[in-house]
């Protein structure tokens, strides 16, 4: 068995941890202190966005902790009524300012909504900010083959990541190929299955069993075996840790197959096709 990598490496230079949180949808003063807790348990990855309403939080959280600035990646995405280049690039700031950071580490934009068609546009933004450095890194979410290819071929920008849904019931195979093939990161949504988290399906206890672990964290190392990075949510603390937990035991091939066939086609947890839905 090969060493395992403790990060992350995006074809941008530049390092994500193993394993990110979630923060939708934590809000007000109880979101604050989930996500206090969450950097105590040692994430250094909070993923939120302009729709999560709770950019503010996130920015209150990261100032509470203590932590450094420059130990805590922020990511946030630029909503769907904001593709317009301008538009796009005052969302970011409008982002920055509630973060309260100068520079957003990780922008991406939340979905594509082809029947607006202005994606291209956000596009365009992010690597405009990102050579300004308003941003670092910038990357995409619930974007198909066809709309990587389209914004590729139209600035010649590679996102460094796609955030998509994925999750056993819904593993992603295709477009994880797609993403080796391209140099992009998978990085998973609802990594766990949110309410319909397979942890009782017959794969993921077997293993559990195996490696007297939990199925959460059977899932969550599922998704490390497969190169993708999980953003588990979780406000509860105990939960949170846990989750982290998933770097001292490995899976097996056969274990990673028949979590993976717990996939079914029409496995979307809310039917998200990001080639229909329209999310502003
Ligand atoms: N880009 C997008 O379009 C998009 C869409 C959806 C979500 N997201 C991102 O993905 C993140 C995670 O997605 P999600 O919240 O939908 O799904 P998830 O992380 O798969 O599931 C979260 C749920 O699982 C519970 N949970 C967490 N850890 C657990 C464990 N070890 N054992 C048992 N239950 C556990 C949590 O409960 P407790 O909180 O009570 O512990 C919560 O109810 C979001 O917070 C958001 O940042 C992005």
Known sequence: M???????RLADGTSLPLVGFGTYPLRGEEGVAAMVSALQAGYRYLDTAVNYENEAEVGEALRRSGLPRE????????PGRDHERERALESLRGSAARLGVEQIDVALIHWPNPGRGLYPQAWQALVEAQREG???????????????????EETGVTPALNQVE?????????????HARLGILTQAWSPLGKRQAPFDAEPVLAAARAHDVTPGQVILRWHLELGSMPLPKSATPHRQRENLEVTGFRLTAEEVAAVSALGRADGRLFGGDPDTHEEM
């Open 2 to 8: 090969t060493a395992e990598s403790t990060t992350h």
């Open 71 to 78: 130990q805590v990646t922020v990511a946030t995405k630029v």
């Open 134 to 152: 308003l941003v670092r890194t910038i990357g995409v979410s619930n974007f198909t083959e066809d709309h990587l290819t389209r914004v590729i």
């Open 166 to 178: 994925m999750h056993p019931l819904f593993p992603q195979e295709r477009m994880r190929a797609v």
